[in-house]
């Protein structure tokens, strides 16, 4: 058990620390949204006109086979839109919910685009590589959780232990049991019910046994999908989007709506479908609604079956999409003391055997500093790149052929790697200078946000529907401070070693 906690945390620990950052970022993917998108931020109390913005929307779609629209909510007050043509990429804009004309193309991935893909799939689609990387990762996070009990045999009593004024070796194992006790059925929890996630990935062989190669048949029974082809004729007529929305309402006792999307627009086989809101709920229920698009007759009403309920009511404990502030919050520094746990088992695996490896001559410390320099340090100065970059970038710009979605994304990968370079060419400096980096970066994206939107601290503490802003920006102060005095700290035992005195720990 003792090895096998050691070399799953050193082997993957790299990848688990970017899947846990990643993950606790994207429990505010959608304030990111705001914060990279400043045109979505405005008030979302008026109600949409689903007529109107389909209107709006004829120009754009074309030969679409379909087209969205995804409501506006207290975390996400733009109409979002999308369509997809037979031919083509697949489409998202932004409309104002009061007025419903379009919002300029924001050319940004942001949150829901970037960083919360990436928690899942590593944005790697090659034959779902990313999925089954990120799926042996969380394989592996169990193990450690439940190796790491194991070896433990006084985790409970060294919780309440923290020697702050030990050797850094001690001081990280101290660091590594709070965090570990601390957050252990949390980081179990959480790992278990990404895997369950997925099980049309990983268990396929389930689906297979019941249903064959008949997977239309499993979408249709589990999620109440519905198809019909197209006429390849003229729509005679077009029944009122937002008349099928006050309908789908009372048919599920006042739930509402929260999805809307229009197969075939424009033929005589078009048909609409509507899926009900869960953010009332820890279970995303899968309740959904399909009508002509025509007559206005519902062809098919589905809600969600017992199983499917039970994966749900587990996807929901992991999506964290219902309503509750104060357990978003909680989502999130758990998921913090994630990411802490694992960094603070590579550092206590470092001061283990630096000493006897510089005896030696090996270099595997060396090697494995680098590597947790770059996936602590890195990915976060990574990330404030990725913010600060889209601040910078002028609206529709271009560079080499990519779009300015593209290059804010070429920016994270590129700064990620430079920072792995770094850390193994100034192996006794890059902890220095990387907190100082995070911190600069930290503190310019407030800033440019502030010069870019006129959205300072101030004015978003004022106003209800910039509060997200407010918490972004604060979050980013706080980080950059606490960076800052980090590095202050990492000079001040720079300066202690060099003149040969023994720092005091702090």
């Known amino acids: 058990m003792n090895w096998l906690h050691t070399w799953a945390g050193v082997v993957l620990g790299g990848l688990l620390f970017a899947i846990f950052w990643m993950g606790t970022l994207s429990v505010f993917d959608r304030e990111i949204d705001l914060w990279m998108k400043p045109a979505t931020r405005m008030d979302s109390s008026r109600p949409v006109a689903a007529d109107i913005l389909a209107r709006e929307m004829k120009p754009f779609i074309g030969d679409a086979i379909q087209w969205f629209m995804l409501f506006p909510t207290e975390r996400e007050p733009a109409v979002r839109i999308g369509y997809r ?48 990387i990120v799926g042996l990762a969380a394989m592996a996070m169990m193990a450690l959780c439940v190796s790491g009990v194991v070896i433990h045999r006084k985790i409970f009593t060294d919780f309440f232990t923290f020697r702050a004024d030990k050797k850094p070796r001690r001081l990280m194992l101290d660091l590594h049991n709070v965090a570990g006790v601390l957050g252990l059925p949390f980081h179990f929890m959480i790992t278990l019910s990404g895997v369950i996630i997925f099980f049309s990935i990983y268990f396929p062989t389930t689906m297979e046994f019941a249903y ?25 007529a077009s029944a009122s989007l937002d008349g099928l929305l006050a309908d789908a309402s009372r048919r599920w006792d006042g739930g509402r709506p929260y999805f809307l999307r229009v197969w075939h627009p424009g033929d005589a086989n078009s048909y609409v479908e509507i899926r009900r809101a869960y953010d009332d709920a820890i279970t995303m229920n899968l309740d959904v609604l399909y009508f002509d698009a025509a007559a206005g007759e519902l062809l098919r009403s589905s809600s969600t079956s017992p199983v499917m309920t039970a994966q749900r009511f587990i996807s929901g404990l992991h999506f964290v999409q219902f309503r509750h502030w104060t357990l978003r919050w909680v989502y999130f520094a758990l998921g913090l003391t994630g990411c802490l746990l694992i960094a603070t088992g590579y550092f206590f695996w470092l001061e283990s055997r630096r000493r006897k490896h510089e005896q030696m001559g090996l270099r595997g410390v060396r090697v494995v500093e680098g590597l947790t320099v770059g996936s602590v340090t890195g990915i976060v100065i990574a990330t404030l790149s990725f913010f600060v970059v889209n601040r910078l970038l002028p609206s529709g710009a271009k560079f080499l052929g990519e779009e300015r979605a593209a290059l804010e994304v070429w920016t994270f990968y590129l700064v990620w790697l430079a920072t792995f370079a770094h850390a193994w060419l100034r192996p006794g400096r890059a902890w220095l200078e990387q907190c100082w980096t995070v911190a600069a970066l930290a503190l310019a994206a407030v800033g440019l946000n502030w010069m870019t939107t006129g959205h300072h601290l101030g004015r978003s503490l004022a106003q209800p529907h910039l509060h997200a802003i407010a918490g972004m920006d604060l979050l980013l102060s706080l980080g950059g401070a606490g960076a800052a005095l980090a590095a202050l700290r990492l000079a001040r035992r720079t300066r202690a070693t060099v003149r040969g005195t023994r720092p005091q720990h702090s």
């Open 212 to 236: 064959g190669d008949d997977r239309r048949a499993f979408n249709r029974e589990a999620f109440g999908n519905f198809s019909r082809p197209k006429a390849n004729a003229p729509a005679a």
């Open 85 to 132: 043509g037979e031919s083509g990429p697949f489409v998202q804009r932004s409309a104002d919910p009061a007025t419903m004309a379009l919002l300029p193309e924001a050319g940004t991935l942001a949150g829901t685009g970037f960083i919360f893909p990436f928690h899942y799939s590593l944005h790697i689609r090659f034959a779902s590589l990313g999925y089954w």
